[in-house]
């Protein structure tokens, strides 16, 4: 799977957000995991994961994917719940044959018994820079979110309009109504 052993993840500086870290912690998870499920295959390891979620277990390309925006803001808190949670859905997928909740027991038993983490569903990450729509946008009556696509337009000289209240929308970070 990697070119990291288990033991160099202690190499890395604290805060260091980089791929091989993210790899090494992986690995990690992946020999802890193998001393209670032997057979367990490696997962291959993609960091294209993109918008509001942290990581992914993808069975049909059989592997795990990783937020790298998401694990740059806060790499400490990602690798310590993101990826045993993914390991989590990989363990259980491969240990439990059939269709077994995302959530349910399996997972739970897996995250505290293996892993030693609380069975979290969801991340606390701020995803306003990660989103597919990072971009705000004010008019009279609320608040619009932009892509990168549509904020570009709008560099570029485009004018977007509120369909409720009809006022031209301007980039909140040049609000100064404020």
């Known amino acids: 799977m990697t070119d990291f052993p288990a033991s160099d993840i ?12 993210l ?8 020999v802890t995991a193998r001393v209670h499920y032997p057979a367990l295959p490696s997962p291959e390891i993609w960091c294209d994961l993109r918008g509001r979620s942290a990581g992914q277990a993808h069975y049909g390309r059989g592997g795990l994917r990783f ?3 998401l694990y740059g803001e806060q790499p400490e808190a990602f690798l310590a719940d993101v990826v045993p949670h993914e390991m989590a859905h990989w363990v259980v997928h491969h240990a439990c044959p059939g269709r077994v909740r995302p959530h349910g027991a ?24 990660a989103s597919p729509a990072p ?8 608040r619009h979110y932009f892509t990168r696509r ?3 337009n709008v560099c570029r000289g485009s004018r977007y309009r509120c369909r409720h209240c009809g006022e031209a929308l301007r980039p909140e970070a040049c609000d100064d109504r404020v």
């Open 10 to 21: 202690d190499d890395f500086p604290l805060g260091d957000a980089s791929r091989a870290r």
């Open 23 to 30: 790899l090494a912690h992986v690995e990690r998870c992946l």
């Open 67 to 69: 937020n790298m925006t």
């Open 106 to 129: 399996a997972w739970q038993r897996v995250m505290i018994e293996v892993f030693d983490r609380p069975p979290s569903v969801t991340h606390c990450f701020d995803t306003s820079r």
């Open 135 to 142: 971009y705000a946008y004010l008019c009279g009556c609320r």
């Open 150 to 152: 549509r904020h570009n």
